[in-house]
């Protein structure tokens, strides 16, 4: 069977819905254009907006505690730099986050939105070239309807592939065949990558995508299954080019 790429998505804010894109032109070295382009510290995270860099999760709202998040969806315009927030279908607020009026606007929205508790009011920040991923290398993440479909048989039950919050999902793969790919290079469509490393997940994944209810327990299946806490992996572009659903993923050894 043809291992084919069959979604592209990227997620504007950390922790918050992604955006299925039809097509995205890559550049070597560099993550999923504008993919967590965008977090939100709570103001106890020592983030600093004169002198932004990469922090570690635990200092922005993620799913792994802010289940409420899933409630929202987010969309986001590269062009004009606008988020849109929305709830049950309906906009709840919109600001351009590179503007200081912008952002003021996103963060009284959140503000009211996420109760502050001791860490205080989210406020949307960013750290230009730098996405707030889980890790400070610019990968994107890669997952397997074949290795999804293991973990449903694990769990007894449907697993929403949204909960893993994956930039690339592949169909026609062998099951786990995606952890023999580390060490190894991938073309898909004009680009290419190196397969780095497994992704661990986290209690993130245990909330519904659709439902923002934390239903499942996802790194307790994946140890009782299979030893390990393991779903997907990482991958660097080292050639640049333009990549579509429907490309097929050639493995390069």
């Known amino acids: 069977m043809t291992i084919a790429l069959s979604d592209i998505r990227r997620y504007p804010v950390k922790g918050m819905s992604g955006e299925t894109l039809d097509a995205v032109d890559l550049i070597a070295g560099e993550a999923l254009p504008h993919d967590r382009r965008f977090?939100?510290?709570?103001?106890?995270?020592?983030?600093?907006?004169?002198e932004p860099g990469w922090m570690p999760?635990?200092?922005?709202?993620?799913?792994?505690?802010?289940?409420?998040?899933?409630?929202?969806?987010?969309h986001f315009d590269p062009e004009t730099t606008t988020l849109t927030v929305e709830r049950g279908g309906r906009r709840v607020a919109t600001g351009?986050?590179?503007t200081s009026i912008g952002r003021m606007m996103l963060d009284q929205f959140f503000a009211g939105f996420i109760a502050s508790g001791a860490r205080g009011n989210p406020k949307i920040v960013e750290t230009p070239g730098t996405p707030f991923a889980d890790c400070p290398e610019r990968f994107l993440s890669i997952i397997s309807t074949s290795s999804l479909a293991e973990v449903e048989r694990v769990a007894r039950q449907p697993v929403d592939p949204l909960r893993f919050r994956a930039n690339l999902t592949v169909t026609g793969a062998e099951r786990w065949e995606e952890r023999d790919w580390i060490g190894c290079d991938l073309a898909i469509g004009e680009a290419r990558f190196r397969v780095e490393e497994p992704i661990e997940r986290c209690a993130a994944t245990n909330v519904d995508p659709n439902t923002a209810t934390r239903d499942m327990n996802i790194p307790m299946v994946l140890e009782r299954g299979f030893g390990h806490v393991e779903f997907g992996v990482y991958a660097r572009v080292t050639t640049p080019g333009t990549i579509r659903p429907g490309d097929a993923i050639t493995l390069i050894r």
Do not use: M
Not at 39 to 50: D, E, K, P, T, V
Not at 57 to 74: G, I, M, P, T
């Open 39 to 50: 977090a939100l510290a709570h103001a106890s995270s020592g983030f600093n907006r004169a």
């Open 57 to 74: 999760k635990n200092h922005f709202l993620n799913l792994s505690r802010d289940e409420k998040l899933a409630q929202l969806a987010v």
């Open 96 to 98: 351009n986050a590179a």
